[in-house]
C-alpha cells in the first residue's frame, strides 16, 4: 500500500478591483484626458494655439490629482480629507468631553456610533443576543462570543475542513440580500486576575490548613501580573429590508432569532465555538473599549454572576480627542492602522497568526477583519468586471507594468472560477497616554510584515477607524464622506 500524499493548501490571489483606461490610467481620467485633448483641439480651431494651451494647461491641473494615487487615494481624496479634517478640528468637533455634569448628561458613544441604539433579542435557541442599530443607515448588527480552539495539536486535514466551513460560511451569508459585513476580531488585553481569584476561591475551602490558603492566594495574586489574554467575536451587520424592519427593531429582531443558530452551527463546524453576546456583554465589550481602566471592575461583576449596572449611553468615553494620527481616550492613547494590500503571492492559513497572538510588548492590540460578502450575481459581475479590465492593462501597458498586469489577469482569471468576496484589515493598538507611538508603529508593522500584510496609518480619521475595528456595526465603505466621483 502506498501511503496517501498530504497536499498542502495554499490561499493568495486577491485582487484590488479597478477600470482601467488609456496608459494605466483609470477608466474615468482616461475619459476625462480623452475630452480634453477633444476640448483642445477645439479651442486651436477657433480661437487660436495661444489660448488652446492656456486650456490644456488647466485641464492637466485639474486631471493630475486624479492620475496620481498615493496610499491608494487621488490628490483629490486626500485634499477633501485635509478639508474635512480642517474644518471639524476648527469647530472643535474632534474634541469630546461626556459625563454626569456635561451638557450630555452620560457618557454616549462619539462619533459615528452617537445615535446608535442598543435591543435585545431571544433567538431560536433561546439565547438572549444584543442587537446594535444604526439608524442612519438601517444597520443591524449582532455579536456573537467566541472561543477558537486553535490548531495545536490538530492534523491539517482537519484544520483545512475548518477553514473550508468558514469560506461555505462566508459564501452562505454572501448568498442572503440583507448582510451587509462579516467582522471577525481577535482582542489582545493585559489578565486582570479577577478569573483566576474567583477560580481560586472556589477551589480553597475554609478547612483548608491556612499555609495551603496563603499559598494559593499569593499564586492567583502573583501569576497574572505581566501576562495577557486573548478574547475573540464575530459580528454580522444586517441592513433592513422591508418598511417593517426599518421603523420596528423588534421586526428585525425577529428575523435575526432566526437565524442566528445556523450561523452559531455554522461557525461550531468551522471550529468556533460560539453564544451570541447579551446586551450586558456588548455594553461591557464597548465600554472597554473606550474606558480600559473600567475592564477590572466589568470582568468583577462577570465573575460574579452580577449585573455591571452601566447603560448604553454610558459605554462611551468621558475624554475623547482625535488627532492626526492618533486618538486619545480616557487616559489611553489609540493607533488604527488599515489594509493597504493583501499578502503577496501564496500563503498558508497560519499567515495571520503572529500579527493576532498576544504580544507582551503590545498589550492591548485588536485586529478586526472585516469581509463584504457579494450575492452571487454581484461577485460574478466584478470578477467578469475585473477580468476585462485586467486584460486591457496587459494590452496597453509596457515593461514592468505589463508583468504586473499580467499577474493580475491570472488572479482575476482564478477569482473568475472562486467568485471570492471582499475582505479588509484594520488593526488597533492601545496604551496608556504619553507612550512611545513611534516605537508601537514599529512593533506593529514588524507584526504586521511577518503577516505579509501591508497596513497604513489612518490619518484624519481614527475615530472612525477605532469605532469599525470593534466590529459593532460602523462600517467605513458605508459611511464614508467623500464623493465616489474623486475616487479612481
Not at 2 to 7: C, D, G, H, I, K
Not at 32 to 42: K, P, Y
Not at 413 to 433: C, I, N, P, S, Y
Not at 453 to 458: D, V
Amino acid at each position: 500500500m502506498s501511503a496517501t500524499e498530504q497536499v498542502e493548501r495554499t490561499y493568495g490571489g486577491w485582487t484590488k478591483p479597478r477600470k482601467e483606461g488609456m496608459w494605466g490610467l483609470g477608466w474615468s481620467v482616461s475619459v476625462a484626458a480623452f475630452g480634453g485633448v477633444v476640448i483642445a483641439l477645439l479651442t486651436v480651431m477657433f480661437a487660436g494655439l495661444v489660448p488652446a494651451v492656456i486650456v490644456l494647461a488647466i485641464e492637466i491641473v485639474v486631471l493630475a490629482p486624479l492620475a496620481h494615487s498615493r496610499g491608494g487615494r487621488t490628490g483629490y481624496e486626500r485634499g477633501l480629507l485635509m478639508i474635512n479634517w480642517g474644518r471639524t478640528w476648527w469647530k472643535r468637533e474632534t474634541f469630546y468631553m461626556a459625563g454626569t455634569f456635561s451638557r450630555l448628561g452620560s457618557a454616549k458613544l462619539p462619533g459615528l456610533m452617537a445615535n446608535s441604539k442598543l435591543y435585545e433579542g431571544i433567538d431560536a435557541a433561546g439565547y438572549r443576543f444584543g442587537m446594535v442599530h444604526m439608524p442612519a443607515h438601517h444597520l443591524y448588527t449582532v455579536l456573537i462570543r467566541t472561543w477558537p480552539q486553535g490548531a495545536r495539536a490538530v492534523d491539517q486535514d482537519r484544520v483545512d475542513e475548518w477553514v473550508a466551513s468558514w469560506s461555505q460560511l462566508l459564501a452562505t451569508l454572501g448568498e442572503k440580500p440583507d448582510v451587509e459585513a462579516i467582522t471577525a476580531v481577535v482582542d489582545s488585553l493585559p489578565e486582570t486576575g479577577n478569573r483566576l481569584a474567583s477560580e481560586v476561591n472556589r477551589l480553597t475551602l475554609d478547612t483548608a490548613p491556612a499555609p495551603a490558603r496563603q499559598m494559593m492566594a499569593q499564586l492567583a495574586e502573583a501569576l497574572p501580573s505581566e501576562s495577557v489574554r486573548t478574547e475573540s467575536w464575530c459580528s454580522v451587520s444586517f441592513k433592513a429590508t422591508t418598511p417593517a424592519r426599518r421603523k420596528d427593531p423588534a421586526e428585525q429582531a425577529e428575523e435575526i432569532g432566526r437565524r442566528l443558530p445556523l450561523i452559531v452551527a455554522a461557525l461550531a463546524d468551522a471550529g468556533v465555538r460560539a453564544r451570541p453576546m447579551t446586551g450586558e456583554e456588548v455594553i461591557a465589550l464597548m465600554r472597554r473599549a473606550w474606558d480600559p481602566a473600567a475592564e477590572a471592575d466589568l470582568e468583577a461583576a462577570a465573575e460574579a454572576g452580577e449585573s455591571h449596572g452601566v447603560t448604553w449611553d454610558d459605554a462611551g468615553p468621558i475624554h475623547h480627542d482625535q488627532k492626526l494620527d492618533r486618538l486619545l481616550h480616557d487616559g489611553t492613547v489609540s493607533v488604527t492602522w488599515e489594509m493597504d494590500g493583501a499578502p503577496e503571492g501564496v500563503v498558508r492559513e497560519r499567515v495571520l497568526q503572529r500579527l493576532i497572538a498576544p504580544n507582551e510588548q503590545v498589550q492591548r492590540k485588536r485586529v478586526a477583519i472585516i469581509y463584504r460578502p457579494h450575492s452571487s450575481g454581484d461577485a460574478a459581475q466584478i470578477v467578469d468586471d475585473d477580468y476585462k479590465n485586467a486584460l486591457v492593462a496587459e494590452q496597453t501597458q509596457r515593461g514592468v507594468g505589463s508583468a504586473t498586469a499580467s499577474m493580475r489577469v491570472e488572479s482575476t482569471e482564478q477569482a473568475r472560477k472562486e467568485q471570492a468576496g471582499g475582505h479588509g484589515t484594520l488593526v488597533t493598538v492601545t496604551e496608556r497616554a504619553g507612550a512611545d507611538v513611534p516605537a508601537l508603529e514599529a512593533i506593529t508593522k514588524d507584526l504586521s510584515s511577518q503577516a505579509r500584510l501591508k497596513i497604513r496609518r489612518c490619518y484624519r480619521y481614527q475615530a472612525a477607524a477605532f469605532s469599525a475595528a470593534l466590529g459593532a456595526g460602523v462600517l467605513l465603505p458605508e459611511m464614508v464622506s467623500l464623493p465616489r466621483v474623486v475616487a479612481e
